[in-house]
DNA sequence: GTGAAAGCGCTAACAG
DNA sequence: CTGTTAGCGCTTTCAC
């Protein structure tokens, strides 16, 4: 798979110039060359459709071109949005994008960093797999690595962050639900992870929650893994200890959202007017289901080109030395699911 | 980014040996190295955290250990399991995935093979965007590059394909509507791109109904873009055309399964009772929907994964020099879509 | 304006 | 069992 076989010397030789030339002409110092002998070796290059061999020019400059991206989960759909945003950045930008999945394992995670760090990636964006893992990323950041972390934070605010706004929009939506006409909200949500981000979400149900109802707590339903069979329980009993009363779910994950509905399937509930549903996020089949699923919609392609910004600012200096945070900013979409009346607001 | 500023150089120093001790142990070749040697060598690569450079590395073995994957699109959720399963497959053989997105345009995707192999990946995964747009990929190939085109196939069989069976099923899935009691079966697709997929699912239709009905083209709607507008008009027509008549669409995409649905929930139709539905992929939401969607899953991990077997293998010459060609077998979920008798089979 | 030569960090042929 | 030496293809002083 290389390339080709000519090199610089074979350029060099047919254009009667020496490699220093060429290498200049490549590299676009024309400053003190004649037009003459750019013209040629224009010519020559051409002619021999000559492509210089990137790794030779990485081992001299330390550059490689190459910015690596570890997400939690490459399938998420959420997450692809992200990816796509950076790749379309970087690319526009001259670099490619190396990309591995840790599955949610910070094993694998640590694995993946570490080869691509031996790989001369010149910048890593992560999407963290446990907010206290991270002392891998501070020893190679203190060696002078350049590293933006990616809708998940950690526990410590030493690297430039790009997240969205989830605590203060879960807070948001739940208000929301209450200010619509439900009288109790619960919280359905997959399980916490070691991730900073549904634990906003998780803490913002509860701390809103207190201003409508005692004890949230008792209405906040965290389901391992993702089968159907434990949020039909958790709705089952979440239906029953409210009964007669307007009850809404705030489903905290997708996965979450699918199962919830699945399950308000399985026990016959129409949505809206047995259970009022709001969920993250906002993939194409929430418009349909059940006449539109209200749903948080995070920028995240926005988050991917934001993240790769900020890296590559920060791979050319230019940028101050102190952690920079960024936090976009998400959009409630209201729909079907939460109109319990005539006029939702 | 430089991982360390130790070379083999030092190393070797260090534990006072040459730097061709020091590179035979990096690269596993005891065979004759006194276990002192050995010991010491391992010892002063510990102390030293000397991680080899592997620009160096590949620029003498002119292998980077870096396979490139260009798809049609990132952010399709089919797509996001072949990229896993290819990557899956790379890393545990040791290789690095560069991901780049053509959008469905031949231009980008020109653009961007070519400028992986100038950072000298040594394979190439394709989703190709267009059928007959391969010249480049076949100059490629004849100066030997290793390439596989992943789902997407071109019209001359000179490279090798892992994909599904397009065709085959889509037949069968067309049978088995009618089997079922269906009437009349419709097509639902997105434009159909200059992609080959499409058209055999398409052809498909158009081979398979012809049994049935007489002139199936009158019910293959194909639809610019993606919205549902176009959609909801052809959905009508359809149902005007075929009234009273026990009618389904068979939708060629997710996106036209969520399109279709869409509409039908416009047009106030009841699934099944009034519209039998079939689609394209098994996504989450299928499941969901109007009591579950009736769908075809390609085995999209595994086709990355075989793509990945496949093109390592090459790069390995461990593989015969005639194109291969793998097809994966798809499998037909029948839901309460489809569902129009009390037992559907 | 242009070139000669040294060397990036590593590997491999050839000696011994 | 180990070392010497010559590059891989390119960039970059320093000289002319």
């Not at 570490?114 to 446990?130: F, H, K, N, P, T």
């Not at 605010?157 to 639900?177: E, G, R």
């Not at 200010?179 to 979400?201: H, I, T």
């Amino acid at each position: 798979m290389k390339p080709n076989t000519v090199t610089i010397g074979k350029v060099s030789e047919v254009a009667g110039v020496s490699k220093t030339t060429v290498s200049r002409y490549l590299n676009g110092k024309y400053e003190h060359m004649s037009e003459e002998t750019k013209n040629r070796i224009r010519a020559v290059i051409e002619e021999l459709d000559y492509r210089p061999n990137s790794i030779a020019r990485s081992l001299k400059s330390q550059k490689t071109g190459l910015i690596g991206v570890i997400v939690s989960d490459v399938t998420n759909p959420v997450t692809v949005q992200l990816i796509k945003g950076i790749i379309d950045y970087c690319s526009r930008e001259g670099y490619q994008v190396v990309t591995a999945s840790s599955n949610e394992k910070a094993e694998k995670e640590r694995e993946y960093i570490l080869s691509m760090v031996d790989r001369q990636v010149e910048g890593l964006i992560v999407v963290v797999a446990d907010y206290n893992e991270f002392e891998l990323l501070e020893n190679l950041r203190a060696s002078g690595a350049k590293i933006v972390l990616a809708d998940r934070t950690i526990n410590k605010p030493i690297f430039d962050v790009v997240t969205t706004d989830n605590y203060a929009m879960s807070k948001h939506a739940i208000k929301t639900l209450y200010d619509v006409g439900f009288d109790v909200v619960g919280l359905f949500s997959s399980e916490l992870l070691k991730s900073n981000v549904r634990l906003a979400r998780y803490n913002a149900f509860i701390n809103q929650s207190r201003e409508y109802i005692a004890n949230p707590e008792a209405f906040a339903y965290v389901l391992q893994g993702d089968q159907e069979e434990g949020y039909r329980v958790s709705l089952a009993d979440f239906m029953k200890k409210n009964a007669g009363k307007k009850v809404a779910a705030f489903a905290s994950t997708p996965m979450a959202t699918l199962n919830l509905l699945g399950a308000a399937h399985e026990l016959g509930l129409k949505i809206p007017e047995d259970l009022g549903v709001c969920g993250y996020d906002n993939l194409h089949w929430t418009r349909l289901i059940s006449g539109g699923i209200s749903v948080i919609e995070q920028p995240f392609y926005e988050v991917g080109i934001e993240s790769a910004k900020m890296l590559i600012k920060r791979i050319r200096n230019e940028i101050e030395n102190n952690p920079q945070y960024v936090e976009l900013s998400s959009k409630l979409i209201l729909r079907n699911s939460t109109c319990i009346y005539s006029n939702p607001l």
